[in-house]
Nanobody, 123 residues
């Protein structure tokens, strides 16, 4: 199984980015997916969850109303649309699959992780 994130970059505060995570070797359409981030020197922070059929989504309070998770099962890809970005959103963003729980705060809770994509938001 491989998860490949893309779409990170540097933006100014208030800007937008869309992250993508493409999976291979995974029964993607039945796999719930998560986005998790890690700021420099800090632990993992759960961001968002989407069920396999996209019927259920969930967000951390820190991003609710600004970020939107979606998926295209035909493309084996999950997305994270990030709007109204703030400097505190600066972090490495990871997608994860095959997790024990909906909210993930440690790497051990998920079997599969991508390599991450860096998001930097300047003020």
């Amino acid at each position: 199984v491989q998860l490949q994130e893309s779409g990170g970059g540097s933006v100014q505060s208030g800007g937008s980015l869309r992250l993508s995570c493409t999976a291979s070797g995974l029964s993607f359409s039945v796999s719930s997916m998560r986005w998790v981030r890690q700021a420099a020197g800090k632990g993992l922070e759960y961001i968002s969850f989407i069920s396999g059929g996209a019927y259920i989504t969930d967000y951390a309070d820190s991003v609710k109303g600004r970020f939107a998770i979606s998926r295209d099962n035909a493309k084996n890809t999950v997305y994270l649309q990030m709007n109204s970005l703030k400097p505190e959103d600066t972090a490495m963003y990871y997608c994860a699959a095959d997790c024990e729980t909906r909210v993930v705060v440690t790497t051990g809770q998920c079997r599969y992780w991508g390599q991450g994509t860096q998001v930097t938001v300047s003020s």
